[in-house]
């Protein structure tokens, strides 16, 4: 581990369990499923590392171990010396996390939702208002913080969800697909975000399946296919001979090929 190293998993296994009725509506007398298998990944400080793989790969069960959402099966994950479950609450201080399953309660306004998340981790109402102030004036939420999230379009609800996942000021943060669904205009807004993140000197882990999105952030990028993480490098070295399209088909055919051998 180097100094810049902000976040490091060494070889998490993640293993979930198939019910009774899961397999009866499969046909299939499986019991287990393994979701992410031996991933190994350094993050660093002043970076943007993408996550690319298709759905099912396995991208949203690794970003919940990083962020403690979830225990690994197998393997462990550090920040810094400290293992990330030594103290979950100081890791969590440290980590900003941003699902698209996390959905803002349409009944309220960015104002309170910003104040009530501030208070869940313990920020003085006087940093609440700090953050307040400059994240609300950044991402341009400014006047809409008293409209009800139910009347805000889906790019501004998303700048709002961004804006509650780094309210605490993270070291690291880790978004899922964080442009599903957005319009090209608002796609961009989260786009420059993260990049202003990454200028901060945050580590920023973001998992994507659209190419553009990779190629327009990523510093280093790892692919993931069925659990496994079949590649894992800087942009410039996987997109050499091509570009990241065919790096990513191209890490799939060698591990299928491999497979077979």
């Not at 690994?72 to 979950?88: Q, Y």
Request: glycine fraction near 6%.
């Amino acid at each position: 581990m180097n100094e810049r190293t902000a976040l490091s998993a060494e070889h998490l296994v993640k293993k979930f369990k198939v019910s009774k009725k899961q397999q009866k509506i499969n046909k299939s007398d499986v019991k287990e499923i393994t979701a992410v298998n031996d991933l190994s990944v350094e993050l660093n400080k002043g970076e943007i590392y993408c996550l690319l793989g298709t759905n099912g790969a396995g991208k949203t069960t690794t970003l919940r171990m990083l962020s403690t959402l979830l225990r690994p099966t197998e393997g462990d994950i550090h920040i810094g010396e400290d293992s990330l479950w030594k103290d979950e609450n100081k890791s969590r201080s440290k980590i900003g996390f941003l699902t698209g399953e996390l959905k803002l309660d349409d009944a309220y306004t960015p104002e309170y939702l910003f104040s009530y998340f501030g208070k869940l981790y313990k920020l003085s109402d006087e940093k609440i208002k700090e953050r307040r102030d400059e994240l609300f004036a950044e991402f341009g939420i400014d006047k809409y913080a008293e409209v009800m999230v139910k009347d805000l379009s889906t790019g501004m609800k998303q700048k709002v969800s961004i804006a509650i996942a780094l309210i605490h000021d993270p070291e690291i943060i880790i978004f899922d697909e964080p442009t599903n669904g957005l319009d090209i205009i608002a796609s961009r807004e989260v786009v420059n975000i993260l990049k202003q993140q990454k200028e901060r000197g945050k580590c920023v882990i973001v998992s994507t399946h659209i190419f553009d999105i990779v190629t327009k952030l990523a510093d280093r990028v790892g692919i993931m296919h069925n659990g496994k993480l079949l590649a894992s490098d800087e942009y410039s070295v996987l997109t050499a001979d091509c570009d990241i399209e065919d790096a990513f088909f191209k890490a799939i055919n060698e591990s299928k090929e491999g497979e077979k051998a």
